[in-house]
């Protein structure tokens, strides 16, 4: 069989160089080194060379910590976010991202920040001090997509993303001493799309995208979020969207911690959540 593999490709060879030859001498002024050239031509029909595409967006968000608590399962105790915690104030943030993608696969960098702080009397007890408490859930993401449907900028698929940050509750309201928790960036799966119709009305047409992840290891996370607005004509500098939507993030993590004495493990669990408005460049 090896005798033979090698026999054909030399055949192979022979064949593809006499043709060659054949085409230098029958084309006249056409040349074999235009003809391939011709073929590393990215207008050719023999190369597919897919297009470099980018999306920028910005979006000012108003969230609130909706839910939480902080449990101790082993000693039966459960400390309330806002009410033990003192967490109760929403807070303005800006969250951004930037995404290439060619052929089917996207690459994208996320950055978001949230960091809600409280305090409130050690203990809930009158004529103590006050303790302070503070959930850090905040730096940079890297994603991938793939989609599985394409067409302009709709688009449908499945995404994987990891968070370089860590996780982190600090507290000193219920635990003499105070703690801290952290827990390693999460790594999540999910899946996202986008639908924008060919359709337009004065040039602007409808887009709406959606999101939904969920977790594979390091920190718990399931989140998603959905935007619908309208984009404007495409031009040679690319388009624009401006949309408004809503982003909810459910977090959940687990530590140990010293409470009278003892090392025991606890579980914190977070709803985050907000409406936004985003403003969207694509090329």
Known sequence: MSRLY????????VAFGCGLFLLQG????????????????PRSPLVCIPPLQGEVTIAPIWVSVLQGKETIPALGIAWD??????????QLFLDTMVRLQTGRLGLRVNYELRDFAGDGP????????????????SGIRIGADFDVYQRWLTRFGFNLDYSVYQTIFTETSQTLGGKKIQRSGPVTWGLHGSYNPVTSFLGASFICDARVRFPLTGAEVTEWRVSAGLRSPETVLGSWALKGGYKETYLRFRGYQFY???????????????WFVEFAYYY
């Open 81 to 90: 976010m806002r009410r033990d915690f003192f967490i109760r104030q929403p």
């Open 26 to 41: 029958g084309v006249g002024s056409v040349s074999a080194q235009g003809y391939l050239s011709s073929l590393l031509d």
């Open 260 to 274: 009278n004495a003892l090392n025991v493990a606890t579980e914190v669990d977070v709803t985050m959540g907000g």
């Open 122 to 137: 050690f203990q809930n007890l009158p004529n103590q001090f006050n303790g302070e408490n503070r959930i850090d859930y």
């Open 6 to 13: 090698h026999s054909l490709k030399g055949w192979v060879l």
